[in-house]
């Protein structure tokens, strides 16, 4: 079992900058992607950013440019800078996991982007 914790949620004005965290414990090894997916009210989930254990990146066409992520294999985290923000980009962000056939979620943390 993976257990992962989101933080860095916020309220924040448009053009302005958030550094989200995801901390994952448990059984850690042999997880190969992590990401961040976002979920607006009324939208469905969508992938934003994520990275395999290569360093692999891939990344939403509407936050390229603008966002980053990036891992800390020594603190078992995953970050996502933001910055640039606009209002669209107000949601629920969620940490993924892919371990195997498996996948776990955090609980999410709620960006707000205000105009």
């Known amino acids: 079992q993976v257990q992962l914790v989101e933080s860095g949620g916020g309220l924040v004005q448009a053009g302005g900058s958030l550094r989200l965290s995801c901390a994952a414990s448990?059984?850690?090894?042999?997880?190969?992607?992590m990401a961040w997916y976002r979920q607006a009210p009324g939208n469905e989930r969508e992938l934003v950013a994520a990275?395999?254990?290569?360093?692999?990146?891939n990344y939403a066409d509407s936050v390229k440019g603008r966002f980053t992520i990036s891992r800390d294999n020594a603190k078992n985290t995953v970050y996502l800078q933001m910055s640039s923000l606009k209002p669209e980009d107000t949601a629920v962000y969620y940490c993924?996991?892919?371990?195997?056939?498996?996948?776990?979620w955090g609980q999410g943390t709620q960006v707000t982007v205000s105009s």
């Open positions: 993924r996991a892919n371990q195997g056939s498996s996948l776990y």
């Open positions: 990275m395999s254990i290569a360093g692999t990146t």
């Open positions: 448990g059984i850690i090894f042999r997880i190969n992607v």
